[in-house]
């Protein structure tokens, strides 16, 4: 959004022409906040096709785990120990005699769910503190960032140790320690940008126009300024996905045997020099799932930056 | 005498923030299941005992009454006595603190290191063939969890080629040094990704502002303006991003010094929780937030150094 100062425009303030001229930039304001239908999104952005391939692979496999593997992901055979990756064991088998592809296969949801579900609170909550913090400023904007400022004095890590140290382990745990540790990324991005909305044009038009605190947030501002926290969020998938599985890689967070790709890594640890395939394989899956979130991401910044 | 008074000013504000801190993790850490008396005494609980124990460590006080008492110990720099350990919190940090603060240390050297040579090659190459491998390469570093690309290289470095030490820390000065090679790297990696995406869009766009064609108009040397000019004004934004990441490495730690046997405080931190050690919970997450704190007054420093418009002791918006 532009954001130089129309002098012209404050200088007649008048009523009735401004009035006009804010009717108009309002509406422009609510029009820009539409998608462009021109070119279909995924010719506009190769990163975004991919990606979203990549992803949708994976939804897959969530969904059909029975589609990807015949086994049975509890089923353990003691005579198949510690076997290396072959045409029946695609990932080779553990420690247990576990087969390790359909315990990764059938880990594809509970891995996504924790990524997700991670995110869509601490996004909401964020960005709608960040937006009132920005619109409003004064008092509610200070303590909103008081508070924000002691969430982000810890490292996201260790604060999210600590909640697990007190709610104890679980997938349900897990997750409310990631809400508590995500929201503060979104409150800064909306905030920063609310602050430099809020002296738009159309913003100013809005106001001149008597439009209600509420109306001018959700509908003038809020579509303006949330296209980075909703970039930001791809990668925070990613992220989430990588602290769940790491808490579980520390023993802290899905428990086992449930199948999980942090803890199906951490299984392999002690392995690493006899069996490795138990470790790298899938955590390669891994970096195939980041790598799709990752793309959809830069895919997500291509096109909402090309709006600018 | 003008940034004496900023710095003072900062770490003044600091102080705030890391009662809060205090406050909470001491809150958080009464709400813990089961209480440290019952930890030390385990699965044969003698009512006597446990009592004892109880009124021994001040746990029959009131909540505000405990905070005091803690709150005075701790400005005395007295963190308690560990249950598992049975030894000084304090005395147990202070050696695992300086594992932690050099493996984070060498991490931020290896990521300024690589991500500056290649993110500036990235922006000044864009759309060349060595923009494209190193974009590639960051990619898949940003997707990569960093426990794996720790487990790949023990694989390959420690156990394949046997050139650096698998685990442990080390007795002497070069041997810490050569077990920090690894886990540092490790810890480097996605920040390394991060930052050479980050340099490479701050170079595009640095190259396209007016004062760089201004530059070349009053006919400066490609090198002045690649240095004065493109990379000076590239790295302002790169330097609160690098704090952020150094925040992040501290995360990171925690896992790394467990995959690489590293006794930091990020590894105390984890036994602490798994054997309901609170003292030392307690200990370790406060010893976190200063070291955030400190990076986070370093990094406004640097960021004033490097643009001089940002005038020290301004309010912030």
Redesign the interface.
Known sequence: MSQSDDKGFKADATPTPAGEAAAELAATAEEASQPEKRLSPFRRSPSLLVGTIIVAFFVLMALFPQLFTSGDPYALDGSQMLLPPSADHLMGTDNFGYDIWTRVVYATSLDLIIGVASVSLPFVVGVLLGLLAGYYGGKLDSIIMRVL??F????????A??????L?SGVRNLIIAMWVVSWPEYTRLVRAEV?VAKQSEYVQAAKTLGYSDLRIMFRHILPNVISSSVVYAA?DV?MCI??G??MS????GVPQPTPEW?AI??G??SF??TA?WI??LP??M??????G???VG?GLNDLLRTKD | MKSLRYLLKRILQMIP??F??VV??FL??R???GDSALATLGDKIDPRAYEAIKEERGLNASIPEQFAIYFSNLLQGDMGTSVIYNEKVSALIGTRMVTTICLALIATIFTVLISLPLGYLAGVKRDKPADAVIRVFA??G???????VG??L??VFG?QLKLLPVSGWGRSWPAHFRALILPGMTLAFSSIAVLIRNIRNNVIDVQEADYVDFGRSKGLSNWAISTGYVLRNALIPTVTLLSLRI??M???S??IE??FGLPGI?AL??QA??GRDYAV?QG??IV??II??VVNVITDFLYSVLDHRIQLGGDE?
């Open positions: 400022d002691c982000v004095a810890f490292p996201f890590m260790v604060l140790i600590a909640i697990v140290a007190i104890g602050l990668s990613v990588m602290t599985a790491g890689f520390l023993g802290l942090g890594i951490s392999g640890k690493i020099t490795p470790s790298i955590g390669l891994m970096a195939v799932v980041g790598l979130l990752s793309l830069d | 923030v890391l809060v801190a909470v993790i958080l850490m709400f813990l299941p990619l898949i940003l997707s990569s969890p960093a426990f794996w487990l790949l023990l694989i156990v925040i992040g501290l995360s990171g925690v896992i467990n995959i990020g931190l984890v929780v798994t919970v370790c997450v976190f937030v955030v704190l918006a």
